[in-house]
């Protein structure tokens, strides 16, 4: 019998390609998703894709009964990933309320409701936000490097969830925990299917870069180009998403097999590579043949000058590697963009 997986947020993003890669691994998928930043179409990509629909609720996990009516829908849930969370930075200096209370509740409902249902473990969205700036001796980062005071509301939330389910294992109770710290998730399935889709302007890299590529926006801004690295702009560790989306399903044995060494672990995953915004920039139009019109603007406030990750324990311990290029990434992306265009949603 398949191994049933909750998965919650599974209409976004990194939800959406994970979903894909569990159920072609052998898993069955039951997504809850409160749509907030996501469209319930996605669900119709993810069947188009893999051949097989995941089951699909519209609840939002700060609502513990709705949240519990689907364990007793659904029998026998023995994992779950937890991508549900609001994610704009920006956002939650300016409403830091709704990011402590819808980012922190829904955890808290999933771990209380996991005992009863004899759920094994769950696997957090982190990031590698928590680390801050990493003093140069700590670079790449690890997972031992310091936690540092976070940069925003977000960034809190993040780091709070880590001490609750560090609490929550320490008191005793029979689950096991898997936190996954990302760096920056880029592109989209190859098929173009499913991939990132914001709301609005976007706040990340990638989605403004494809969307001044195909005219949407007038030109990108890199935010500085005086940072102490080689060419001045940021550095970042951007990994494609099905890379990503694969490191889930590899932590997800190992909590379903009870192969974990402790009952909470932390695990970065990025590529272990930086590329400053320019070279990503010379990237794309490498490998996209399209010209980017960009300008250079001053220092974005919050911005970490350069981080990436030692992935060596993920790749070790988790047996996993991720292997896609920062070409095939970007490629990716613009394929998206493109058929966003020809269906006419933007
Ligand atoms: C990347 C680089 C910008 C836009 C944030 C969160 C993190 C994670 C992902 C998720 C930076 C530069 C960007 C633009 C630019 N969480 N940039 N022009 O800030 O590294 O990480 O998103 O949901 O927790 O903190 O990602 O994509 O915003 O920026 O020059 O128009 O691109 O300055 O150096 P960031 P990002």
């Known amino acids: 019998m398949k191994k049933r997986i909750l998965v919650t947020g599974g209409t976004g993003f990194i939800g959406s390609h994970t979903t894909v890669e569990l159920q072609s691994a052998g898993y069955e998928v039951v997504i809850i998703d409160n749509l907030s930043n996501s469209n319930a179409d996605v669900v119709d990509g993810i069947e188009e894709i893999s051949g097989v629909r995941p089951a699909f609720e519209q609840v939002d996990c700060c609502d513990l009964e709705a949240l519990e009516g689907v364990f007793q829908k659904y029998e026998g849930i023995q994992g779950i990933i937890h991508f549900a969370a609001s994610k704009a930075v920006g956002e939650s200096v300016e409403q830091p309320l709704k990011y402590y209370e819808n980012n922190i509740l829904s955890l808290v409902n999933l771990l209380k409701i996991m005992p009863k249902y004899n759920v094994k473990g769950i696997i957090f969205s982190s990031s590698c936000t928590v680390y801050g700036q990493p003093d140069a001796e700590f670079l790449p980062v690890t997972e031992q490097a310091p936690i540092k005071v976070a940069e925003s509301p977000y960034g809190n939330t993040k780091q709070i969830n880590e001490e609750i389910i560090q609490d929550y294992v320490k008191s005793g109770a029979p689950v096991s925990a898997i936190i996954l710290r990302y760096f920056n998730p880029i592109g989209a399935h190859p098929t173009a299917i499913i991939g990132e889709l914001p709301n609005g302007v976007p706040a990340n890299l990638i989605p403004y870069l494809t969307q001044t590529a195909i005219g949407i926006r007038k030109e990108l801004t890199v935010f500085g180009d005086d940072y102490d690295t080689t060419d001045g702009s940021c550095v970042r560790d951007f990994i494609y998403v099905v890379d990503l989306a694969k490191a889930h399903v590899a932590a997800m044995e190992r909590i379903v097999n009870g192969k974990n060494a402790d009952p909470v672990e932390v695990f970065n995953v990025g590529t272990g590579r930086g590329y400053t915004v320019l070279e990503l920039i010379n990237t794309f139009e490498q490998?996209?043949?399209?010209?980017?019109?960009?300008?250079?603007?001053?220092?974005?406030?919050?911005?970490?000058e350069k981080v990436w990750g030692n992935v060596d324990k993920a790749n070790d311990v988790l047996g996993w590697k991720a292997v896609h290029t920062l070409e095939e990434a970007l490629s990716s992306a613009w394929k998206w963009q493109q058929r966003l265009r020809e269906k006419g949603v933007m």
């Open 287 to 304: 490998c996209t043949g399209v010209k980017l019109p960009y300008k250079i603007g001053p220092r974005r406030a919050g911005d970490i």
